[in-house]
């Protein structure tokens, strides 16, 4: 069955430190993979779209990369902030009309 | 003002009851999308159109039905609510010819919390 797969548990990490949130997924062969950051009451909002012929793509301490051999995509933030703590969600693109499937998220709390 | 604005925000109501979430959009996007979200089960798609004369199940549509009113604007219906339709709610919206090569990027609402007693 086709399953996209975050860390369900909350990762937490000092201020000053870079986050690492990972993205599996099986089963999918998508064309590109996006990530959303959702922060609490509020709806998702874009942040960072990858596709799969590109290995790496960066916007300011934003980093993501995408390994389609692994069946994974990596997301980075590094100089974190406290204002950086929020559920981040990635998403890809399923079937037809490019709908787009997401993971549950994983919440990040970055600690001053 | 929002670009895609979702009324209610909030509602709680009583099994059986009919209700409907209501989603308009300034973003002049032709598709547009209702998602549910809950707890460690991240979004869920219910129906999606791609224009104002296409409309199409998502994952999860049993106990749904929406209607596509004009291009800005999609309501989303439960036509006889249950418990476990208890959710938060996001209309979603997404441009069909768009500066990211076609890659579908969507633009949220705030979100509807429905509680179904």
């Known amino acids: 069955s086709q399953k996209i797969e975050q860390n369900s548990e909350a990762l937490n990490i000092q201020e000053g430190k870079t986050a690492t949130l990972t993205c599996n997924y099986t089963?999918?062969?998508?064309?590109?993979l996006q990530w959303y950051r959702q922060d609490p009451g509020r709806g998702p909002v874009f942040l960072l779209l990858?596709?799969?012929?590109?290995k790496e793509k960066r916007k300011e301490r934003l980093k993501v990369t995408f390994d389609t051999t692994l069946k994974q995509s990596l997301f980075h933030i590094t100089a974190s902030q406290p204002a950086d703590s929020a559920t981040y969600l990635c998403?890809?693109?399923?079937?037809?009309?490019?709908?787009?499937?997401f993971g549950a998220g994983t919440r990040l709390a970055v600690h001053p | 003002d929002a670009d895609v604005t979702q009324t209610p925000r909030n509602r709680i109501t009583k099994t059986g009851k009919r209700i409907m979430l209501e989603c308009s959009q300034t973003?002049?996007?032709?598709?547009m999308y209702w998602y549910r979200q809950d707890p460690g089960l991240g979004l869920r798609l219910i129906y999606y159109?791609?224009?104002?004369?296409?409309?199409n199940k998502g994952e999860i549509s049993d106990g749904y039905s929406v209607s596509r009113q004009a291009q800005a604007k999609f309501s989303l219906s439960l036509e006889s609510a249950i418990p476990n339709q208890t959710a938060l709610y996001f209309c979603?919206?997404?441009?069909?010819?768009?500066?990211?090569?076609?890659?579908?990027?969507?633009?949220f609402g705030a979100g509807s919390r429905l509680t179904v007693l």
């Open positions: 979603a919206t997404s441009d069909s010819v768009q500066g990211l090569g076609g890659a579908n990027v969507l633009t």
């Open positions: 089963n999918y062969s998508p064309a590109y």
């Open positions: 990858i596709r799969e012929n590109e």
């Open positions: 998403a890809l693109v399923s079937g037809g009309y490019n709908k787009l499937i």
């Open positions: 973003k002049g996007h032709d598709r």
């Open positions: 159109s791609f224009d104002v004369k296409d409309i």
